[in-house]
């Protein structure tokens, strides 16, 4: 289950994708859409300023709050022929 890290309150808008970026910051990117392409400006939305724990992964939740889960590794074991 995912616990909480810091009530943000983001507010998103449509055509964006939300993300913590490298310093712990939310940030903004506006997405691609069919033929357009290039490198997206990206925003800081919110300053946090999160400290990432190694084998977790880090997200946006519903609330505009910052999540974090453990990371599942491994998985189901390859039938070999």
Not at 14 to 21: S, T, V, W
Not at 34 to 45: N, P
Not at 60 to 72: C, H, N, P, R
């Amino acid at each position: 289950m995912a616990q909480k890290v810091a009530k943000v309150g983001v507010k998103r808008a449509a055509g964006y994708l939300y993300f913590l970026d490298k310093k712990g910051n939310v940030a903004r990117a506006k997405m691609a859409r069919g033929k357009k392409k290039g490198k997206a400006k990206i925003q800081v939305v919110a300053k946090v300023g999160v400290k990432k724990k190694k084998g977790y992964l880090y997200f946006i939740d519903k609330k505009g709050d910052v999540s974090m889960a453990k990371m599942v590794r491994g998985g189901r074991k390859k039938k070999r022929r």
